[in-house]
């Protein structure tokens, strides 16, 4: 069965006590149980059981044809009654959560038809031939994107493909990721009565990908609850402690944020702007952070002040007033009004400091503004509507301008056919934090993720035409390929007239999309170079590499390694089937840690090196006929890796990187600044690590050290043999 539950009685370490931003209670799931036992209502008649959905959807549309609705349910609560989720609760109790959380965001009628439906066709005998004749093309198109590829079929391929499946859905209509992220919302508040084993392989997901998704259409309301809820099943003991904190602060007699409200209110009122102030809560990840960063919480820490206003022109009065009246810290102003950010999300972000030295900070936006930054693409409606007589012929699909972070994603996925590839290059593009625009010499633009270079504008705008790439002129200045882009940079790529030019080796090292690596790495895998006379011959067989053995764990000799590996800590260990007590190695072209999929082969002596299976080393040998070895990491999740950061040289550069290593409780064995080549520098710093899990997250921290434009994975590039 697609989605899972648990007995909200059951103990469990999984929902967290998040506020709630509306006072409309939660779904009863039992009460829900008991009306959907009960059947259809007759016809015309709304059923009880979905009272809820009516009233959150008719405080959004309270024009909506409720005739659609009533007949969806009838179909999915008869397509799936007796069917019960884990918990006990009849199964129909999960699709009708998942339309009130979507009905709650303010989706329309369209999506909430497909929501109650999203399970019958995976789950029972309902076909989309029949969802099509019932429902439209619209809810058809919409329950077929959010529909799982069986396993039957797809084997392990099988999450990676539906995954696929999914985005290119969305490509043509976001609506299907909105229902896949309500989807997933309601299984991760239900999840305690999964193994712990499964409960944190589906939180990693939901970590590494959907909330990396609900950050990029905008829908902070899911993300943030998303984020406490992965962040107590994969840590819960720092969970618990945040949670104290929240708790010892609510006790507190004072309330400084109140207090600073109260002021607002005041100097807003002499202004006479009409404007009101809430105080927003701060998530448990968000508390979690923001401790961590400063050492302590003081109580205005803990929320920040939002104020909500009519009228654009209202929230630069507001924010003239503040300043004025208050003492605003100047540092801590952002206008995301003038330049939303890429998720739709607009604000004027600012500060004010109180005389007890304490500081809050302050949001304004307008009501409408703040409708989209909860619910994002939910709050557009149907963004593919338009006027009837501007409707496309036919049944044609209207094709919106898409956000150029998903055009990226559709056009690097159709390159990437394995699934393994498709799995790790996706959870990388989505640990992109941050997206810029620069522009072409004829007015069109490109949309990059931050760091992008050159060569990944290249493979942007030409796709692999771009191998015959010679240069570019980067606000009109001649610039290498390796130079990094900034936010509203003008780019000229210089191309070359031979059409058997081919792309370097190099620029894989300052390649950050995954179109470009993929377009390079697929070519240098079909034009393979002969090895220089002396050079290695075998990748795989590195004999300089650090030895450990699978079952003791311990290291071999020691020493500066002549390629950048990863090696387990003391305590952790890879077994390999059948062959107890044999020598494992870590390859150095791939550098595999815990948690990452990994094969093994054997080499000279009988050592078996691991890679990860995505690794060009693996389908090489894989090519060969090489035999592999069955490989498993062992209990223990600590790990030691190397980095390579790569950044622009600037005074206090390596006291901030060492101090976001820090932060994230990472361990530094060892760092080399190569000296500045360009006004680039390049940092080396292997780490050890108590918990695999954390890699993409200290890598993110320090791509976000002002200066810093890629972190990576140290990786050996080997001939081709």
């Not at 993720?449 to 290249?458: F, H, K, L, W």
């Not at 000279?604 to 690794?615: D, K, L, M």
């Not at 693996?618 to 950044?647: F, I, K």
């Amino acid at each position: 069965m697609s989605a899972e539950a648990t007995n909200p009685a059951t103990p469990g370490p999984v929902v967290p006590a998040v506020p709630r931003r509306r006072s409309r209670p939660r779904i009863d799931l039992r009460r829900l149980g008991r009306a959907a036992f009960l059947g259809p209502a007759t016809r015309g008649r709304l059923p009880d059981a979905i009272g809820h959905v009516v009233e959150a959807h008719r405080a959004h549309h309270p024009e909506a044809d409720l005739e659609p609705l009533r007949r969806a349910y009838v179909l999915a609560e008869s397509s799936h009654r007796g069917q019960m989720r884990k918990s006990g609760e009849p199964y129909i109790t999960h699709p009708l959560a998942v339309t009130l959380i979507l009905a709650e965001l303010g989706a329309e009628t369209t999506t909430l038809t497909a929501s109650l439906l999203h399970d019958t066709v995976e789950d029972t005998d309902v076909t989309l031939d029949q969802v099509r004749e019932q429902f439209g093309e619209e809810v058809r198109y919409l329950v077929d994107g959010v529909t799982k590829l069986e396993k039957v079929d797809y084997g392990a391929a099988a999450e990676p493909e539906t995954f696929r499946k999914m985005l290119v859905a969305t490509g043509s209509d976001v609506r299907v990721m909105s229902i896949k992220l309500a989807d997933r919302l309601h299984n991760m508040r239900t999840l305690g009565v999964m193994r712990p084993e499964k409960q944190a392989r589906i939180a990693k997901v939901t970590r590494d990908v959907l909330i990396p998704l609900a950050e990029r259409l905008g829908v902070q309301a899911l993300k943030t609850e998303l984020e406490d809820l992965v962040f107590a099943i994969l840590h819960p003991e720092e969970y618990d402690r945040t949670r104290e904190l929240i708790v010892d602060n609510a006790s507190r007699a004072d309330d400084p944020l109140a207090e600073t409200a109260e002021g607002m209110r005041g100097v807003l009122r002499e202004a006479g702007i009409q404007a009101e102030i809430l105080i927003r809560p701060r998530h448990f990840v968000s508390v979690h952070r923001f401790s961590r960063k400063r050492g302590g919480m003081r109580g205005s820490d803990f929320g920040r002040l939002l104020v909500l206003v009519n009228e654009d022109a209202d929230c630069y009065a507001v924010l003239g007033e503040l300043h004025t009246c208050m003492t605003p810290v100047v540092s801590e102003f952002k206008d995301f009004i003038a330049v939303p950010k890429f998720n739709l999300y607009q604000s004027l972000h600012t500060a004010v400091a109180r005389e007890d030295g304490q500081v809050a900070e302050v949001l304004i936006r307008t009501h409408q503004m703040h409708k989209v930054a909860e619910a994002g693409v939910v709050a557009l409606g149907n963004p593919y509507a338009s006027p009837a007589e501007e409707q496309a012929a036919g049944d044609e699909r209207v094709d919106p301008t898409r956000p150029g972070w998903l055009s990226r994603l559709l056009d690097w996925q159709e390159a990437a056919p394995d699934p393994d590839t498709f799995w790790s290059t996706l959870r990388e593009d989505l640990a992109q934090d941050r997206e810029i625009t620069v522009f072409r010499p004829d007015g069109g633009t490109l949309g990059l993720p931050d760091g992008a270079t050159c060569v990944d504008a290249a493979y942007a705008q030409y796709g692999e035409d771009a191998h015959a790439c010679i240069g570019a002129r980067v606000n009109g200045r001649l610039a290498t390929l390796s130079t990094a882009l900034r936010d509203g940079d003008t780019v000229q790529l210089l191309m070359g007239q031979d059409p058997a030019s081919e792309p370097s080796r190099e620029w894989l090292e300052h390649a950050h999309t995954p179109a470009a690596r993929i377009a390079i790495q697929r070519w240098l895998t079909t034009h393979p170079t002969e090895p220089r006379a002396g050079a290695r011959q075998d990748t795989a067989d590195e004999d300089a590499e650090p030895a450990f053995r699978g079952q003791s764990g311990r290291r071999g000799a020691d020493g500066p390694l002549p390629h950048p590996a990863s090696a387990p800590r003391a305590g952790s260990t890879i077994s390999v089937a059948g062959r107890p007590g044999v020598s494992v190695r870590l390859a150095g072209c791939c550098t595999p840690v815990p948690a990452d999929e990994v094969t093994g082969f054997a080499v000279r002596g009988g050592v078996v090196t691991v890679h990860r299976v995505e690794c060009a080393a693996v389908a090489r040998m894989r090519a060969a006929g090489r035999p592999e070895a069955d490989v498993h990491w062992g209990d223990s999740t600590e790990c030691r890796v190397t980095l390579v950061a790569e950044s622009f040289g600037r005074p206090h550069l390596l006291a901030d990187l060492t101090e976001a290593i820090a932060l994230e409780g990472a361990e530094i064995v060892s760092a080399t600044v190569e000296p500045p080549s360009q006004q680039r520098v390049r940092h080396t710093y292997t780490l050890e690590l108590p918990d695999a899990a954390q890699l993409p997250t200290l890598m993110r921290a320090m791509r976000n050290v002002p200066g810093v434009y890629d972190v990576s994975r140290a990786q050996h590039h080997a001939g081709a043999h």
